[in-house]
């Protein structure tokens, strides 16, 4: 039978930074979960107040250009499947 090694001090710091980046990434990403939609309601409310009713046209145009590039390429990434 093989005995465990003992773990090293560095192999443990290397464990917890790894921990604590995963925990970052995730307190990030709840972060972001509720940010971006008031980002991006207030983003368009203060564009409507710029350019009024073409807002809505630039973001339709936008929304159809991705749909178009969707059905295109078949894919969002900028990268092909692997």
């Not at 790894?18 to 203060?46: C, E, R, T, Y």
């Amino acid at each position: 039978m093989d005995e465990c090694k003992p773990l090293t001090t560095g192999k443990i710091v290397t464990l917890m930074s790894n921990d604590v980046n995963k925990l970052q990434d995730l307190f990030q990403l709840l972060h972001n979960l509720w940010g971006a939609p008031i980002f991006i309601v207030a983003s368009f409310a203060m564009l409507y107040g710029v350019i009024q009713w073409s807002t809505f046209v630039g973001r339709g145009l936008n929304s159809f250009s991705f749909g178009l590039n969707l059905s295109r390429f078949g894919h969002t990434s900028p990268c092909p499947p692997v």
